[in-house]
């Protein structure tokens, strides 16, 4: 009986060795420190590849940008200066064809001054011949001292025109001429005239 009680005894500190073993097994099983190590959570938290991947897009991102800007101001800058010497071309070109314009405007003024120049020329030399031949005649009929006057006039030629040379100076000399044949031709139309009117009067007087 007393082998019995001491067998007994023998196995509960056995039980309680296997109760504190599985007691202090649940124990660091249960403890969260145990399961989360702390260097694992703050690999988790502060990842340098991760950073380093975040840092280069960013940057990417940063050199895009400045190229699109660069880019941009590059083509601004362009389309103003294309449009700037657009403009000075432009306007180059119209002051030229301002002045073609106005060149050929002089030249066709000074030419239609050369023309009335020589119609007062042909005018007046015809005048003339017709005086000389009232002149020469010697008819009594004849006012031969009206004619006498504008028989001595001579009607020269016109000078030659260049209008390309200086169309309004030479519009000038070419209208100054024209004035004065036009005068000769005057002269000579009174002349004739005159002649005319007494062979009239002289009719009348002697159908009275």
Do not use: W
């Amino acid at each position: 009986m007393a082998r019995h009680g001491s067998h007994s005894n023998e196995d509960k500190p056995s039980r309680q060795t296997i109760d504190g073993q599985t007691t202090g097994s649940q124990t660091k099983t249960g403890n969260p420190a145990a399961a989360n190590p702390p260097s694992v959570t703050r690999n988790k938290n502060s990842d340098p590849f991760r950073d380093a991947v975040e840092q280069g897009i960013q940057d990417g991102v940063e050199r895009v940008n400045k190229h699109t800007k660069h880019v941009l101001t590059y083509s601004i800058a362009t389309f103003v200066a294309i449009v700037v010497v657009c403009v000075a071309v432009f306007g180059v070109m119209s002051v030229r064809t301002s002045q073609k314009m106005r060149e050929m405007n002089e030249i066709n003024a000074c030419r239609d001054t050369v023309a009335a120049l020589n119609a007062s020329y042909s005018n007046a030399f015809q005048l003339k011949g017709k005086v000389v031949d009232a002149f020469s005649s010697m008819d009594s009929s004849y006012n031969l001292e009206k004619l006498s006057a504008v028989y001595k006039e001579d009607v020269k030629s016109p000078a030659s025109f260049d209008c390309k040379v200086d169309p309004s100076a030479t519009a000038k000399k070419a209208k100054t001429a024209r004035v004065a044949y036009d005068k000769q031709a005057k002269k000579f139309k009174q002349a004739l005239k005159q002649y005319g009117a007494k062979q009239d009067e002289e009719q009348a007087s002697e159908e009275e």
